[in-house]
């Protein structure tokens, strides 16, 4: 079941995450959170001048929304549907990078290391909060962005 958010540019424009904290609230309320794990996606509905070259997550608006997206919701990342590019998208919304038409996206490699290690710590104390298993997943996400982690530094996270 994918669950589809939808901000259209007044969202973004007012920075009102209503759309997402409505849906996010609800799967709270039903008990819902480990079954929508990697289900979510959003759909942005921003009118651009066709001329315009940019990618959606070049957008200053669209950015800081995402931005107070994360600030609010800093374990989303759990629920992105990874296999269908949303991961990606929403590191693209917050990490530095550029587009190349043969390589595709190409993070700044040290924002992406300090943006990927700040959610391996965040998940590491959410997921358990919430009963899930969280090492697998952890080493999951990483991997989707490039990283393949020790185990040594689950463990260390673990122990503290």
């Not at 509905?45 to 940019?54: A, G, I, K, V």
Request: glycine fraction near 4%; include cysteine.
């Amino acid at each position: 079941m994918t669950i589809t958010i939808k901000v259209n540019a007044e969202c973004l424009h007012q920075l009102d995450l209503s759309p997402a904290q409505i849906t996010i609230d609800q799967l709270f309320q039903q008990g819902a959170i480990t079954a929508s794990e990697q289900q979510m996606c959003f759909e942005i509905d921003y009118p651009r001048d066709p001329q315009d070259p940019r990618e959606l997550s070049e957008v200053p608006e669209v950015r800081l929304w995402f931005v107070r997206l994360d600030a609010r919701y800093p374990w989303l990342p759990f629920l992105l549907d990874w296999k269908g590019g949303e991961l990606a998208r929403y590191v693209a919304m917050l990490v530095p990078h550029q587009f190349h038409r043969t390589e595709g996206i190409q993070y700044n490699p040290e924002a992406l290391e300090i943006f990927l290690m700040r959610k391996i710590f965040i998940l590491a104390d959410w997921l358990p909060q919430q009963g899930i298993p969280s090492i697998s997943r952890l080493k999951s996400m990483s991997q989707m962005l490039g990283y393949d982690l020790d185990d040594g530094l689950f463990e260390l996270i673990t122990a503290s």
